[in-house]
């Protein structure tokens, strides 16, 4: 399945699991020029602001950003340009009619490398309200209080 090394990062999107209640989660490919899988590998990229959408039957990604390889030569491309997502025509599909719900959105949730390939895993989401911000906080705190006072003090 996944292979994971040290020269092959994983690049995690942090917020997205405290601004949207993940529904549920799909792998796609994603069409890049080389500099950027170089660049990707180096740990050069941000998924803070990234998206998807669904346009023609195709699912494009935007706002990810993708820092410039500093060697390349050729290929100096846009950090924040749109790329095309690898998706089969049933998955799409089905997430066309999951989005067209009110309030769900694709959000990328980390890049990663499966042998050679980049791959995106894209969570489709809910946005929290403040509320549920707020209670999910207060559970970490109340977990992290709980998990002090249960471990042995040290002299």
Known sequence: MESKSSNQPT??????????????????????????????????????????????????LNGMYIHPYKQATIDLVDPLRERKLLL?????????????EKGLTLIPLKVYFSRRNVKIELGLCRGKKLYDKREVTKERETERDLRRFMSPKKK
């Open 11 to 60: 690049i995690l999107n942090r917020r997205a699991k405290f601004e949207y209640l993940i529904l549920s989660s799909h792998e796609a490919g994603i069409i890049l020029t080389g500099s950027e899988v170089k660049s990707i590998r180096a740990g050069n990229a941000n998924l803070q602001e990234g998206y998807a959408m669904i346009r023609n039957q195709e699912v494009w």
């Open 88 to 100: 089969q025509k049933k998955e799409i599909i089905k997430l066309i009619g999951k989005i067209s």
